[in-house]
């Protein structure tokens, strides 16, 4: 397992936190996510074997936030 912080701007309300949290914890592989609000920061922990942190991104991406 492989856990990760990325920073996301957007993010901007309990909204924002289930629609990361929903939409990256679907994803294969992943076995928790962690979305600090006020920090704009999402704690990712996954098996890098099923999943990679660009596909993780590209989820967050999806959402409509942006990935630093």
Same mark, same amino acid.
């Given at each position: 397992m492989e856990t990760v912080t990325l920073n996301v701007k957007g993010m901007s309300c309990n909204h924002c936190v289930k629609a990361v949290e929903g939409s990256v914890g679907s994803l294969d592989g992943v076995q928790e996510v962690k =979305?600090? &609000? +006020?920090a704009g920061e999402v704690k990712v922990t996954f098996d890098q074997s099923k999943v990679n &942190? #660009? *596909?993780i991104k590209e989820t967050i #991406?999806? *959402?409509?936030? #942006? =990935? +630093?």
């Open positions: =979305v600090n &609000l +006020e &942190l #660009d *596909q #991406d999806d *959402q409509g936030y #942006d =990935v +630093e």
